[in-house]
């Protein structure tokens, strides 16, 4: 322990490090807090540079900084989320046992998968990866992945991809793809507009617009705006 005051490596853990700041806690082997205030780790290998009150609980992760961000719970220390990562903003949290899984910053985002990896969320406000591997989101606000792979949506407001596989919103608000639990919804694309809607379909796409929908059961449509 470097410096600060009120900080504690709890048992007999090896190649533990906290350099400064205040109040922080690990409980595992070969962990680190750089600074900050009330930052906790409780998973081996695993790294909170600054910040205040993040929490580790998975191996081979790392937090930077920032408020009130996390990377596993309790009841799963030690078995999951294993080289995931939070570089900062606020009220983050990735909950998964995949790998490799990362929030860049914001706030108030969610990760959360029982299987697999490799989700991203780079920035925006109160978006949720679900269910889904090797999918993103890039920034706006309210976005919704859920049972997706390798599907993303770049930015905008509220928009949704589930059960869908290659599928990607650009922008806009409002927009939807949908496979309704089937294994068809495959490479559809909505550039952005508001309220567009995709569903079931398989190789489709609308550019922009309003208020446009692929129904159920077509394939290869595309409509402009």
Request: proline share 1%; aromatic share 8%.
């Amino acid at each position: 322990i470097g410096g600060g005051g009120g900080s504690t490596i709890q048992g007999n853990f090896g190649n533990s490090t906290i350099a400064g700041g205040v109040s922080h806690c690990i409980t595992a082997y070969n962990g680190a807090i750089g600074g900050g205030a009330s930052n906790e780790v409780r998973a081996s290998s695993s790294t909170i540079a600054g910040g205040t009150t993040n929490k580790i609980y998975a191996p081979y992760s790392t937090i930077g900084g920032g408020n009130d961000n996390s990377i596993g719970f309790p009841a799963t220390n030690g078995n999951s989320q294993t080289y995931s990562v939070i570089a900062g903003g606020q009220t983050n949290c990735i909950s998964s046992l995949g790998q490799a899984n990362v929030i860049s910053g914001g706030r108030l985002n969610y990760l959360i998968t029982t299987s697999d990896g490799c989700n991203t969320i780079s920035g925006g406000y109160c978006s949720n990866i679900y269910q889904s591997c090797r999918s993103y989101i890039g920034g706006g606000a309210n976005h919704y992945l859920f049972n997706t792979k390798r599907s993303g949506i770049s930015s905008g407001e509220v928009n949704k991809i589930c059960y869908a596989d290659c599928s990607h919103i650009g922008g806009g608000t409002s927009n939807l793809i949908n496979g309704g639990g089937t294994s068809t919804c495959r490479g559809n694309f909505i550039g952005g507009g508001y309220s567009n809607t995709i569903c079931r379909s398989l190789s489709s796409g609308i550019l922009g617009g309003r208020d446009n929908t692929i129904n159920s059961n077509t394939n290869s449509i595309f409509i402009i705006g």
